[in-house]
DNA sequence: CTGAAAGCGCTAACAC
DNA sequence: GTGTTAGCGCTTTCAG
């Protein structure tokens, strides 16, 4: 900057002036001045900058999210990004891969880098430790799953419901004795999703069997291992209902490789790539990423603004999406 | 770090030596000053401190690719993100669209955060632009697409000989009116993979049909319609290559809804979602995205810890993977 | 409309 | 082993 201003031979703070548009500066110094800058390429440092400025922003967001690689987490990812564009906001962007101990580096790594605001998905079982930036007026606003031992903003699709919805659908369909394959029962989302199975079977008198309730499945391999079990069984179930996207995938290529696909119904939750393209086409409970991305980050604007009001929980819907696979009824 | 200091009753100096790990501090001093970080929630500022700091680093790396939500995309992602975690690296993530002007101010607002280094997909003519940062120091690593107007590492797929096997199994199997629907030619990929189509065709004694190569297909919905148009032709092809996975999808949907999937050969360029799921499954030419990331990411780290040779480019196989779809003879 | 001086939170260089 | 001083690149404050 000093180089700059001595190059337009006016002093460093009318640089400053004109790099940060302040008024008083008449054109032709700065005119002047961005001379001087462009033909020294020069590039404001930000970081110094927020140093000493009053709100000490740094235009900077944090974004922890299940894996970048997966589809449901990029279009979140997506979102935010699109929202934070819009102010000039670059967001660091990383992987939970359900690790606690990567929840805290992660969040260690945004703070010591002074992010203005974080979007969390979290693993760990309390996030009281988040209190402190809170209160240092850092919003934070969790995705996808709520958090514990805090209050913030919370963004959560309908798990419980989506999921009545799921089986409310096979049940209609005539089936009963219906399979539910889903991720550990840690994770928020598995939890919420298997009450809701749970709540829908027996509202409609229907006894949970303790043998066609899986949890822990938390890859594809492992999903249609548990499927080739389910259709082992004496009396294997006639519908399947899948609680998250990656385990429905599995248990596709399963179903397809025991030649069961025709025969047994299947209903995931969240959607899958191709679904409709599929033989038969896959029934899901779609979510809405993008939405949950959006809210969030409108949240955390919202709040950086200025916005003043008690932590909210905003629930984005579910939307059945009937294709096929969940229409199959019991032979 | 004063508070800390004063807390710890010992000097604003030693609270540094000791949040930075270096020598010469005693055992119970070192233990005073973490209790008194520790009580007042103290968090260094990594950009405080990097504004005198010899090296300058921010522990920060910028990357550009076509999309956060494109599958391809997200696997580079990640395996960046991999690699930059060893090192207490955090990366920003920005999306490309194809869109000239969002190179420029994502690279700028990299720029302006002081990222140690740069991993860029491009869309500008031109990357000469950069060349100032590249003296500078800040290593450039361009994946994907080869930049110009600069000489740095690049790291990309073997597009045209991809393209160029992906040809020649359709020719073995007997095709001879094989259709091209690829991207806007602006992009590198799509100029290199049109490229590798076309001089297999040339080198087997097929003469390229214009009416059987149609480009700038930049969404689903347009490479449907693409294939509607080829199919409606006097003599339609007996094979369609198509260059981009986005692509796939349309031809994929657009092939089925015409009754024509199992009759039409078909062979993509990079791999689909659920690809071995679908009926008939899909050949293609998979790409190698995690290697990329990961190749890319290396490479900035060698240069940031001294390499200094050559800019060199880095060209990731292909491999082609039969499925089923590319196996389809001509009637 | 413009500039000089102080200071943001930290590290480098040097003293003790 | 520990503290002091200067200064990183910028904004703030205040004087002109």
Same mark, same amino acid.
């Given at each position: 900057?000093?180089?700059?201003?001595?190059?337009?031979? $006016?002093?460093?703070?009318?640089?400053?002036?004109?790099?940060?548009?302040?008024?008083?500066?008449?054109?032709?110094?700065?005119?002047?001045?961005?001379?001087?800058?462009?033909?020294?390429?020069?590039?404001?440092?930000?970081?110094?900058?927020?140093?000493?400025?009053?709100?000490?922003?740094?235009?900077?967001?944090?974004?922890l999210v299940g894996s970048v690689a997966n589809?449901?987490s990029?279009?979140?990812?997506?979102?935010?990004?699109?929202?934070?564009?819009?102010?000039?906001? #670059?967001?660091?962007a990383s992987s939970l891969d359900e690790d606690p101990e990567r929840e805290l580096s992660s969040v260690n790594a945004?703070?010591?880098?002074?992010?203005?605001?974080?979007?969390l998905t979290t693993i760990q079982p309390s996030q009281?430790y988040?209190?402190?930036?809170?209160?240092?007026?850092?919003?934070?606003?969790?995705?996808d799953r709520?958090?514990?031992?805090?209050?913030?903003?919370?963004?959560?699709?309908?798990?419980?419901?989506? #999921?009545?919805?799921?089986?409310?659908?096979?049940?209609?369909?005539?089936?009963?004795?219906?399979?539910?394959?889903?991720d550990d029962?840690k994770i928020f989302?598995a939890?919420?999703?298997?009450?809701?199975?749970?709540?829908?079977?027996?509202?409609?008198?229907?006894?949970?069997?303790?043998?066609?309730?899986?949890?822990n499945?938390d890859d594809?391999?492992?999903?249609?291992?548990?499927? #080739?079990?389910?259709?082992?069984?004496?009396?294997?179930?006639?519908?399947?209902?899948?609680?998250?996207?990656?385990?429905?995938?599995?248990?596709?290529?399963?179903?397809?490789?025991?030649?069961?696909?025709?025969?047994?119904?299947?209903?995931?939750?969240?959607?899958?790539?191709?679904?409709?393209?599929?033989?038969?086409? $896959?029934?899901? $409970?779609?979510?809405?990423?993008?939405?949950?991305?959006?809210?969030?980050?409108?949240?955390?604007?919202?709040?950086?603004?200025?916005?003043?009001?008690?932590?909210?929980?905003?629930?984005?819907?579910?939307?059945?999406?009937?294709?096929?696979?969940?229409?199959?009824?019991?032979?």
């Amino acid at each position: 900057m000093k180089n700059v201003a001595d190059l337009a031979g $006016v002093g460093i703070k009318t640089v400053s002036r004109v790099i940060n548009r302040e008024p008083h500066v008449s054109e032709e110094t700065i005119a002047r001045v961005r001379r001087a800058a462009e033909q020294l390429q020069y590039q404001p440092d930000i970081h110094a900058g927020n140093l000493r400025r009053a709100d000490r922003r740094t235009d900077t967001l944090g974004l922890l999210v299940g894996s970048v690689a997966n589809p449901f987490s990029a279009a979140v990812h997506r979102a935010v990004e699109d929202i934070a564009l819009e102010r000039h906001v #670059a967001v660091f962007a990383s992987s939970l891969d359900e690790d606690p101990e990567r929840e805290l580096s992660s969040v260690n790594a945004f703070l010591r880098r002074r992010v203005d605001g974080l979007i969390l998905t979290t693993i760990q079982p309390s996030q009281a430790y988040l209190g402190a930036q809170l209160d240092q007026g850092i919003p934070i606003v969790f995705v996808d799953r709520r958090p514990h031992g805090i209050e913030a903003d919370t963004v959560i699709t309908e798990n419980a419901e989506g #999921a009545s919805g799921a089986v409310e659908h096979l049940l209609a369909m005539g089936h009963r004795r219906i399979a539910y394959l889903g991720d550990d029962a840690k994770i928020f989302t598995a939890r919420e999703r298997k009450r809701g199975y749970l709540d829908t079977l027996r509202r409609a008198g229907v006894a949970p069997d303790a043998r066609l309730m899986i949890d822990n499945l938390d890859d594809e391999a492992k999903a249609s291992a548990a499927v #080739a079990d389910l259709l082992a069984l004496d009396d294997p179930p006639t519908a399947i209902f899948s609680a998250q996207n990656l385990i429905t995938v599995g248990v596709i290529t399963s179903l397809r490789s025991a030649g069961a696909s025709t025969r047994v119904a299947l209903v995931g939750f969240d959607d899958v790539p191709m679904a409709a393209l599929l033989e038969p086409a $896959v029934t899901v $409970v779609a979510q809405d990423p993008a939405s949950i991305g959006e809210i969030a980050a409108r949240r955390v604007f919202d709040r950086l603004d200025g916005l003043d009001e008690p932590a909210r929980d905003f629930v984005v819907p579910t939307r059945l999406i009937v294709r096929g696979s969940g229409e199959i009824r019991p032979s």
